[in-house]
């Protein structure tokens, strides 16, 4: 017998669970309008047959692929190397496993990927997208755009005072310009007086929301103290090579993220500086494969990256829900609830200080 043929079909589901055919098809599809009882007996038959639903008959009654694209406009080679994605991407699996949804991953590592990237999601593969480390001339918001498809951003994009378009923005960040302040007036209270800064790539609003967090506190800084990083432990280290060379009598860094963080340890370490006897450190992440290993231990801002990610997700398949059969009386319980039309919004998370030995 072929597997196709072995296959539990619609109707061996109805006639083991005693009801119509339309009955189990209102069932599988998350249909209403089924009294309870019935809706155990069917899911017993779909379990005792292993019935598995046919995905595209399925899209035909949900207009739902029960796929999600994640666009991380960032090289291969950076992502996986970079514990940040690691758990941003946990978090969006989570939440999109626990809704029976599958991840698509999608990178652009040149270029010709954007085009490949915006003829991906306007073919109608996926219900939704989710795309994080945005640069501010990137063109994949306005791939994403014509591709029609809906779209929670990690991290506040370039234009996220308002909308592009006739779409509202719907992002998910974190609280870094006050995170940044918190590990500022940090060292200020250490009584640290010459402190640098490694921001972040300047094209991504996560790095300039964190470098004015460093000029709120630090009013008057030297320009000689603020070196531009990239993310990364090299960017670090070049970074921290160049602050100590332009001014010896440093005392303190905050850097825009835990590996830059670390790669400036390490040129310390080099250059003899004791920490933090001699130079304060202060990162941002906590992410703790980094953080909790680095010599000494790092202190930092903690943001949940992981809960960003599952947020992220959360907003998607929330606006999903509102589009499909359904959605007029979602929103309308939503509206119920205090929500305005159920509209998902935006979410800022706070972030917190967390002191170790470095600072």
Known sequence: MTETASRPTLEAVAARAGVSRATVSRVVNGGEGVREPLVER?????EELGYVPNQAARSLVTRRHD?????????????????????????????????????????TEGREDYARVGRYLAGGHVDGALVFSLHLEDPLPGLIQGAGVPTVFGGRPGWADGTRGDTPTVYVDSDNRGGARDAVRHLVGLGRTRIGHITGPLDQTSAVDRLDGFRDVMVDADPRLIVEGDFTPAGGERAMRELLDRCPELD???????????????????????VPEDVAVVGFDDMLPVAEQSDPSLTTVRQDIEEMGRLMARLLLRGLERRGPGGDRDRDREHERGGVGGAPSSVVLPTTLVRRASA
């Not at 991380?72 to 941003?88: C, G, H, M, S």
Request: no cysteine.
């Open 42 to 46: 069917v899911r017993r038959a779909v």
């Open 252 to 274: 303190a860094v905050f850097a825009a993220n835990d590996v830059s963080a670390a790669g400036a340890l390490r040129v310390l370490r080099e250059r003899g500086r004791r």
């Open 67 to 107: 796929a999600v694209a994640v666009v991380i406009a960032e090289p291969e080679t950076k992502v996986f190397a970079d514990p940040f994605f690691a758990l941003q991407l946990r978090g969006i699996s989570k939440e999109l496993t626990a809704h029976d949804s599958q991840l698509v991953l999608l990178l």
